[in-house]
């Protein structure tokens, strides 16, 4: 069973940035990693995802430009870099794993970390 320990998240004023971190217990080598947020009252939703060795990554559509994803598998570790922050990003940030491509639902990952709080002041 892979464990997934989210860190880096905060408070942070509209327009600042902030820099995820996810570390798995184990390889994550064939895996497609992935990030998603969960805001008060809403359901979970996909933010960006990344296929191993660096390959083609996909994120939702009011992120692209600002939030970037990226991955370590020498340090079993995938990152989600957040520029320009606005207060509808605030949300607890999930990151999860899957063999599965193309992936961008939750119920398609296999394994889940506890998230990390975001919160966007104005």
């Not at 990554?57 to 957040?82: C, E, P, W």
């Amino acid at each position: 069973q892979v464990q997934l320990v989210e860190s880096g998240g905060g408070l942070v004023q509209a327009g600042g940035s902030l820099r995820l971190s996810c570390a798995a217990s184990d390889t994550t080598l064939g895996y497609y990693m992935a990030w998603f947020r969960q805001a008060p009252g809403k359901e979970r939703e996909f933010v960006a995802r990344l296929s191993w060795a660096g390959g083609i990554g996909t994120t939702r559509a009011s992120v692209k430009g600002r939030f970037t994803i990226s991955r370590d598998d020498d340090k079993n570790t995938v990152y989600l870099q957040m520029n320009s922050l606005t207060p509808e990003d605030t949300a607890v940030y999930y990151c999860a794993m899957t063999k599965r491509p193309w992936a961008t639902t939750v119920g398609e990952y296999d394994y889940w970390g506890q998230g990390t709080q975001v919160t966007v002041s104005s």
